[in-house]
Structures are given as C-alpha cells and as structure tokens.
C-alpha cells in the first residue's frame, strides 16, 4: 500500500497549480460576476490537456490517468469552482464517447474536444420531471430511414451555451422502460436544437446552466452511441466516473476554504491577540484540516479503483465512487460552513472569497446525483441488490 504521488502526478500537479493561480485566480471574481468563462481560458486549458485528460494521444488527448484528473480538478477548484465544474464535465463526455463510442466517433469529436475546437461537452441527462429518477425520462428519438427525430427537453445542463457536442438521453423504445433508452451525440447548430437561457444561479455562477429544448431535431442513425438500449448504462458509467470529478472538485474548494481561515485568523485581532489563538477557532480548523484528508484519500482511492477497472482488471468502482462523492461534499459544506464563521461578520460579504465558496459548495451535494442517491448506490452495492 502506496499513499504517495508518482512523480508524474507530482509534476502534474504543481503544473495545474502554477497555471490555475496565473491564468485563473486572478479573474475568478470577474467570472463569477459576468457569468462568463472567457473561450481564450478553456483554450489555454485544452493546450495543456485539461479538457480531455485521460484520452489517449491518438484521439489528441494526453492519455494520464483517472488519478491525474482527480489532482488536476482539485487544484482548478481550488480557485475557480465555475471552471472546475465545466472541465469535469467535459472530460466525461469525452471518456464517454471514447468508452462506449465507435472508431469515427472517436475521430470525429474527440481532437475536437482536445483541441478547444469545441469549447466544451454537455451531459443531457436531467428532464424537468426526471431528476434522482432517471429512469423515467421522457425525450424521445423515434427512427426514420437513416436518422433520429428528437423531441423533449432537458434542464440544468452544465456547459450548456459553451458545448460543442451533447451527449443526450433520450427514449428509442418506449415500451421496454429503463432497457428503452439511448444515447444519441448531437452536435451544436443541429437543426431543431434550441438551447435556452442561463439559468441564474446562487453559485457556480460562471459555469453556463441551460435548457435544451429539441423540436424536431434531426440527427443521422450514426450519432447513436452504442446500440439502441444502452443508454441507461451508458449514462450510470459516466455518472461513476463523473462523481469522481465532482468529489475532487469539493476537495478544492475544502482547501481554498481552509487556505483562507488560516490566513485571516492569523491577521484578525480580538480581545488583544490574534483569533487563531482561540481554541474554538483551532477547532475549526483541525476538524476541516482531518475532513480534507479523509476526503482526498476517498477520492483518489476511487480514481485508482477506475484506473484498474479501464486497464481490464475484475474491479468495480461505483460504490466508492460514491462514497467519495458523498463524503466530499458534504464535508465542504461543513467546511465552508466553518470558514464563514470563522470570518464573523466579513465572511458575508463578497470582497472575501469565502462567501462565493460558501455559494459554490451547496449544488455539489445535488448534480450527479444528490447525497441521497449516494446513499442509495452505496446501500444497493453493500446489500447486493
């Protein structure tokens, strides 16, 4: 048993670090004000592989590991949520497409999404009557010679006004439930795809958040990822390696968190002396320090697991997948919790990071799947059901 980084993933690390404090810190607050990721930073990040880490350098991509994504996640979240969550997002759907998709698919959109040629990718999945119950979508694709007819909508679609392919849900066979749905790629400017307005959020604010409305929209047999019925457990196996992403994401954000409670109670000064001598503060920042850890090893513990399972081992990583997703991030609200108290009164007001990490934080526990999902996944795989 092997706690340390490789040397490779050391290396990785500080250089993610480096380019996310130059390119990114500096103007996270203007992202979050304008609602906006400039498409000159995703570039940058698609120069040096962000957007599609684990892709094999054939399809354009840097080929590391699910580890390597972890680490890279976290050190992006750590000054920028908005954009963490967009880079996550579009690594799995790239892995998506390169898992379950055919050779000219893989062609065809993979360089694109490597290059920054398509600034992102979207995961449709969500439907406004269909959100923990996946199962019951209602978006359609009926066949028609050589194409799918698309109609539905979906809502709460992460990279949504910024993706260049979507990879959609929808229902082939309505009379077969679960073992009736498929997903279909389609691309940007597809005619009968409307993509709505940014929703306006409490957080994340940067990371564009749409509806997708298809009417009618039109896309060639070709598009299908995998066969017909195997979107149910398509869209499960991205999820598992998606929460990953998201469980790293909120470890960043425990570590901005705990980077600034350090720091403003070593400057603050009550009762003649400086609040980190206060045991109660200490407190705080012992019980963040100890929830970071033990979250950072969840997480990685599940990126290794999925590494072993992709080079072909008899291994499985839902549950852990899960579990580090569930532990994450509701520890990074506890810790963001602790990090507004710690400001007092300052930690409400926006001049201090801590406030937009405070309204970050929250959604982790509800996309890809909410803390009670987790649960359940867990539960499920423990009782063997």
């Known amino acids: 048993m092997n706690f340390e980084l490789s040397e490779e993933h050391r290396i990785l690390q500080k250089m993610v670090r480096d380019f996310a404090e130059k390119e990114i810190a500096p103007i996270a607050n203007k992202i979050e004000e304008e609602q906006e990721i400039p498409d000159d930073l995703i570039k940058k990040m698609a120069e040096l592989g962000l957007n599609t880490i684990t892709i094999p350098e054939e399809y354009g991509g840097p080929g590391m590991d699910t580890v390597s994504f972890a680490l890279a996640v976290m050190e992006v979240a750590r000054v ?25 698919q893989r062609r065809k959109y993979l360089p694109k999404l490597a290059s920054g040629e398509y600034l992102a990718g979207a995961f449709a999945l969500t ?162 320090v100890t929830e970071l850890e033990a979250a950072e090893l969840l997480v990685l513990r599940a990126a290794w697991l999925k590494d072993r399972f992709l080079k072909g081992e008899n291994i499985r990583f839902t549950k852990e997948a899960s579990i580090a997703k569930l532990f994450a991030t509701e520890a990074a609200n506890r810790v963001a919790y602790r990090a507004v ?14 406030e937009r990490f405070y309204r970050d934080i929250r959604v982790t526990t509800i996309y890809e799947g909410t803390s009670e999902i987790q649960r359940l996944v867990i539960a499920r795989n423990i009782l063997g059901e």
């Open 127 to 288: 439907e406004p009557h269909a959100g923990s119950d996946a199962g019951s979508i209602k978006t359609t694709a009926l066949r028609d010679g050589d194409s799918y007819v698309i109609n539905g909508s979906k809502i709460f679609i992460t990279n949504g006004k910024k993706a260049g392919i979507f990879m959609v849900a929808v229902v082939t066979d309505k009379e077969k439930g679960k073992k009736g749905i498929s997903v279909i790629l389609v691309e940007k400017g597809t005619p009968g795809l409307i993509i709505g307005k940014k929703e306006r959020k409490m957080g994340q604010r940067g990371s564009d958040t749409v509806e997708l409305v298809f009417d009618n929209c039109r896309v060639p047999v070709t598009n299908l990822l995998g066969n017909e019925g195997d979107g149910f457990k398509i869209m499960l196996a991205d999820l598992d390696g998606g929460r990953i992403g998201i469980g790293a994401l909120a470890c960043g954000v425990m570590r901005a968190c705990i980077d600034e409670m350090i720091k403003y109670s070593k400057e603050r000064v009550q009762f003649g002396q400086p609040i980190a001598n206060f045991q109660a503060i200490q407190w705080m920042i012992a019980d963040s």
């Open 80 to 104: 920028s949520s908005s954009v963490a969550v967009g880079m996550s997002v579009t690594n799995m759907v790239a892995e998506g497409i390169y898992r379950f998709g055919n050779e000219e």
């Open 341 to 354: 108290q710690v400001h007092g009164g300052y930690g409400y007001i926006e001049e201090f990071p801590v």
